[in-house]
């Protein structure tokens, strides 16, 4: 089944102690992306990867890290949570070529809370 | 940049009946595309419905339908015969497709409650 997972569907923290949230897709898109979900602002993007290596910021990346070291892996690293950071994440992937590049498939989100 | 602006926080529909979800959005590219995510309470995002912007025929999926009006910038969703379990939170997004980001941007969501 082709599916985006991620890792921990929820997980609760404190502030500063560093945490992965992890990403997997199994359908060999090139395209993978995180997003945050806060109440009344819909997602926003906070980095995203265009392949193996490739990375780059979108509108929120302050306090995140990501890598892509593998295709199917895009894992989402907080280095030192603080409370401004409790969301809901969701990871999502894509393919580049042309038959359905513009649909972006979801994960199924991880809430996270920082205390 | 994208802007896309769903004004209706909150709606509520009787099952059976006919909805129309409204969505704007702002840009200044010609070629994009424009979606319909349900969530659900479960959080999984479900793509309902995508139009692209060089089409002018309106996209369908079963009882949900699109009016697109390239020139008024508008993008509403509606759903005939409601159904008990189309109760989700209702994005509408927007992608650049060329640019290399392809980020979705999102609506703020409505709420949509169908009540029996």
């Known amino acids: 089944e082709a599916q985006v997972t991620q890792n921990p569907r929820y997980l609760i923290t404190v502030t500063g102690k560093k945490l992965t949230v992890t990403c997997s897709q199994n359908?060999?898109?090139?395209?993978m992306s995180w997003y945050r979900q806060d109440p009344g602002l819909g997602l926003r993007q906070i980095y995203y990867?265009?392949?193996?290596?490739?990375?780059d910021k979108g509108d929120v990346p302050e306090g995140y890290k990501v890598s892509r070291k593998e295709k199917r892996n895009f894992p989402l690293i907080l280095e030192s949570p603080s409370p401004n950071q409790t969301s809901l994440y969701f990871c999502a992937s894509s393919s580049l070529g042309l038959a359905g590049s513009s649909i972006q498939y979801f994960g199924a989100g991880t809430r996270l809370s920082v205390l | 940049a994208q802007t896309v602006t769903q004004s209706q926080p909150e709606m509520s529909v009787q099952e059976a009946e006919t909805v129309t979800l409204s969505c704007t959005y702002d840009t200044s590219e010609n070629n994009y595309y424009l979606f319909w995510y349900k969530q659900p309470p479960s959080r999984q995002m479900i793509l309902v419905i995508r139009?692209?912007?060089?089409?002018?025929q309106n996209a369908t999926e079963n009882r949900f339908s699109v009016n697109f009006q390239k020139a008024a910038k508008s993008f509403s969703l509606k759903i005939s015969d409601s159904q008990l379990g189309d109760t989700a939170m209702y994005f509408c997004?927007?992608?650049?497709?060329?640019?290399?980001?392809?980020?979705?941007?999102f609506g703020s969501g409505t709420q949509l409650t169908v009540l029996p």
């Open positions: 997004a927007f992608m650049n497709p060329t640019g290399s980001a392809r980020q979705l941007t």
């Open positions: 139009q692209e912007a060089y089409k002018q």
């Open positions: 359908m060999n898109h090139e395209y």
């Open positions: 990867s265009m392949n193996v290596e490739v990375t």
